[in-house]
């Protein structure tokens, strides 16, 4: 195999409901052999305008996979994808495995949602119509944070404010594209990149077994990472680093 001539691209995609902010605590410790690094918010979300089109995650790979090639140059790049973002990654594998170089998965599952979490939903979709935006920022990020993970208060001030700024018509848009999301177990298993997944021991949206099952499909340890929740990017920055690191060293041989 021939060495790449320039490091791999690096795609950040968002854990939701969160901007593209939730990625600095690990930008700012991230030394990884990679290219450009590119923040990619959804439709609605952060500074990225709206849209009339149907919600859909392949939507959203679609237009990932467009914007990094035009933005590096690269035909493919490592995709690293936190809980709605896994879900955006897995499907840019599925309908652009040639724009994928490797692929992280943290606090995801690649399961559809069930008819019970379809309807919370659609609920959560209308609540946030309603409401422009999340009826109780700080409440959904403490339900996002590990009950014990460091500086906790602080990452929850931070967590809420940036789930406080997005507005309703996006947080609707990416509840209905996920709820519409098919399984990607199958895609996984096909996949011959480089990978990894992790997910944190306090992590009270997905659950261990998917995260397993989403590792044993592409054939890499799961790396469990302890006093973490959902948003590992900000309570393990170390940890996330050190697997990117290693993702891209393989991915760059």
């Known amino acids: 195999m021939t060495a790449r001539s320039a490091n791999v691209p690096l795609v950040f995609l ?26 990619f918010d959804p439709p609605g979300i952060g ?28 035909v493919d790049a490592l995709w690293v994808g936190c809980s709605m973002g896994g879900y955006v990654a897995m499907a840019i594998l599925e309908r652009h495995p040639d724009a994928v170089a490797g692929i992280g998965l943290l606090a995801t599952r690649a399961v559809a949602d069930s008819d019970a979490t379809k309807a919370r939903r659609l609920e959560a979709a209308t609540a946030a119509m ?21 500086e906790r208060e602080s990452l929850v001030h931070s967590t809420s404010a940036n789930v406080a700024r997005q507005r309703g018509e996006g947080v609707a848009w990416c509840q209905l594209a996920m709820a519409s999301r098919p399984s990607r177990l199958e895609v996984l298993r096909g996949a011959d990149v480089p990978a990894f997944v992790a997910r944190g021991d306090q992590d009270g949206l997905t659950s261990d077994d998917d995260a397993a099952a989403m590792a044993d499909a592409l054939g890499v340890e799961l790396t469990r990472i302890g006093a973490a929740g959902h948003l590992l990017a900000m309570e393990a920055p170390e940890a996330v680093a050190r697997l990117i ?9």
């Open 14 to 39: 968002n854990a939701f409901p969160l901007d593209s902010e939730q990625w600095e605590p690990l930008l700012a410790v991230l030394d990884a052999p990679v290219g450009d690094i590119i923040t």
């Open 47 to 74: 500074e990225m305008p709206a849209t009339e089109e149907d919600p859909s995650l392949e939507l959203i790979a679609d237009a990932a996979v467009a914007a990094m090639r035009e933005a590096t140059g690269s």
């Open 245 to 253: 690191g290693a993702l891209a060293t393989a991915a760059n041989e």
């Open 130 to 150: 309603a409401h422009d935006g999340l009826v109780d920022p700080e409440d959904t990020a403490r339900g996002l944070l590990g009950a014990f993970s460091g």
